[in-house]
């Protein structure tokens, strides 16, 4: 690399999130319109749509074509297309596949967890619970590895007082958590609709990946909440 006149490609990638040439590097990728922009695209299919002439997400939302399942592909799951996330980034449109369901039979509860990967710390569980017309939440702060069994055992005891809690989350980091808690802490195997939330929670990302596609480079909480009409008070944040 060093002996090439020229820089090498710019691709981003998943460490760019910690490099600290990110803001340079996005930049210069969204002036290129770079395929690399579109989050969760493997190498091999940047490749192959390279070897195809297509370098761009503008150029690649021009390769979708809708087509019918059959009856036997539609007991299948969806394949992700990301000619169709390119198109709904072009018409600025949200595009729905099929008939997405959520089906929930319970209280539903929001689950957002916060955590230190690196130190396998888990920091902060916030809750959010409608009741009636209002709504309740919970934030559990843990300030050392010490307080962590504290908040999960808080976490647990609200989960008690909810008449048949249904855990919902946005992404696979709450699920990780729910299971590293049950084998750090124990689960409680003795209620079986406590069991159930903790075991069985919605993960709402699985249910939007390749079947809603918004107008956005990534599937982010932040970025899809968005298009919804939500925004973060802070914007920093
Ligand atoms: S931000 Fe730029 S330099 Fe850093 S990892 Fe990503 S592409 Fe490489």
């Not at 018409?91 to 729905?96: T, W």
Request: overall charge positive.
């Amino acid at each position: 690399m060093l002996k090439d006149k020229s820089p090498p490609d710019l691709i981003l990638n998943l460490n760019c999130p910690e490099c600290k040439y990110q803001d340079r590097c996005r930049q210069k990728a969204i002036e290129k319109d770079d395929l690399s922009l579109l989050t969760g695209m493997a190498e091999k299919e940047r490749k192959k749509l390279n070897s195809k002439g297509i370098f761009t997400v503008t150029q690649l939302s021009y390769t979708f074509r809708p087509r019918r399942r059959s009856k036997r592909q539609r007991d299948k799951s969806e394949k992700y297309h990301y000619s169709l996330k390119a198109l709904a980034i072009r018409e600025k449109k949200i595009h729905i596949v099929g008939n997405p369901e959520i089906k929930i039979e319970g209280t539903p509860v929001s689950l957002d967890v916060e955590g230190l990967p690196d130190r396998d710390f888990y920091y902060l569980i916030g809750l959010r619970i409608r009741k009636g017309e209002s709504i309740v939440q919970h934030s559990l702060w843990a300030n050392s590895t010490e307080d962590e069994e504290t908040i999960w055992r808080e976490f647990i005891y609200i989960l008690r007082t909810i008449d048949n809690p249904i855990l919902v989350h946005y992404g696979s980091f709450e699920r990780t958590f729910l299971k590293k808690m049950c084998e750090r802490y124990g689960e409680p195997i003795e209620e079986t609709n406590l069991k159930k939330s903790i075991t069985e929670s919605v993960n709402i990302l699985t249910i939007i990946y390749a079947q809603i596609y918004f107008p956005g480079l990534s599937n982010g909480l932040k970025e899809t909440a968005g298009f919804l009409g939500f925004n973060w008070t802070d914007p920093d944040c």
